[in-house]
């Protein structure tokens, strides 16, 4: 599971793609690619993933993925083309 990409929702609703770096009780850790590569060289660089509720988790869809550079500021996003993620 770790290094798994996933879409998460962030503040404002807004969707980022992350890499999950552990999974909690009722949270995911997630992280940027370039963060997630310092934390696993233990790199004075890495800052520490960041926790997300597991329903603002959801699977990767690499074709929802393209759009999310087009979105603009303020554009609602549809979620429900995405499947939560299961851990």
């Not at 997630?36 to 690499?62: H, T």
């Not at 999310?68 to 995405?82: A, M, P, Q, Y």
């Amino acid at each position: 599971m770790r290094g798994e990409l996933v879409i998460v929702r962030a503040y404002r609703g807004r969707p980022f793609v992350m890499k999950v770096w552990e999974v909690g009780k009722s949270v995911v850790y997630i992280a940027s690619d370039e963060q997630f590569q310092y934390l696993l060289s233990n790199d004075s660089r890495a800052i520490g993933p960041i926790g997300f509720p597991k329903e603002d988790v959801f699977k990767f869809d690499s074709t929802v993925a393209k759009t999310l550079d087009r979105l603009s500021e303020g554009k609602s996003f549809n979620w429900e083309k995405l499947t939560p993620f299961n851990c």
